[in-house]
């Protein structure tokens, strides 16, 4: 089982910047990809961006150039660095991380983030 624990959620003005963290624990061996995703409320989870054991990215068009992912694989951490926020990227994100070798999803509890106009 792994566990993802989330950090760094708020609220913040628009144009503002917030840092997502999250890290992982217990049986992580296989884990390649981490990422997050978020969900508007009534909505269904979407990417925002993912990450690769080797530091490929990947991020939803929406969040291109504001959003920087990065992964710190000898920690097993992974953050988003979010600049330029607007109020339309407000919702709760979700720290991911997917085991293949196990066939698991695992996902965080989730933090709100809130960026005011």
């Known amino acids: 089982q792994v566990q993802l624990v989330e950090s760094g959620g708020g609220l913040v003005q628009a144009g503002g910047s917030l840092r997502l963290s999250c890290a992982a624990s217990?049986?992580?061996?296989?884990?390649?990809?981490m990422g997050w995703y978020r969900q508007f409320p009534g909505k269904q989870r979407e990417l925002v961006a993912i990450v690769t054991t080797g530091v490929s990215t990947n991020y939803a068009d929406s969040v291109k150039g504001r959003f920087t992912i990065s992964r710190d694989n000898a920690k097993n951490t992974v953050s988003l660095q979010m600049n330029s926020l607007k109020p339309e990227d407000t919702a709760v994100y979700y720290c991911?991380?997917?085991?293949?070798?196990?066939?698991?999803?695992?996902w965080g509890q989730g933090t709100q983030v809130t960026v005011s106009s």
């Open positions: 217990g049986s992580i061996f296989g884990i390649n990809v």
């Open positions: 991911y991380a997917h085991q293949p070798s196990r066939g698991r999803a695992y």
